[in-house]
């Protein structure tokens, strides 16, 4: 695959990690209390989410987790 090598942008490594961030979208929490949660893990799409978090629920009965979306804006991640 042919690449642009003449191109000098001095962001390319930012815009490469702003937009990996982004790709991963779908995160799992645990729920502690009312305020409380803690992240556990990213996913790229919901059903490997959803798979994980039934994997988590077999592990862990007693613990409260969700799948949620952790949408980002652009100006949070500059």
Excluded: C
């Amino acid at each position: 695959m042919a690449q642009n090598t003449q191109y000098n942008d001095p962001q390319p490594q930012i815009s490469a990690i702003a937009y990996k961030q982004r790709l991963n979208a779908w995160t799992i929490v645990r729920v502690l209390s009312d305020t409380q949660r803690v992240f556990v893990a990213r996913f790229r799409s919901r059903s490997d989410a959803d798979g994980h978090l039934q994997r988590l629920r077999q592990l862990s009965p007693d613990a409260n987790f969700m799948v949620v979306f952790d949408f980002q804006s652009d100006e949070a991640l500059n």
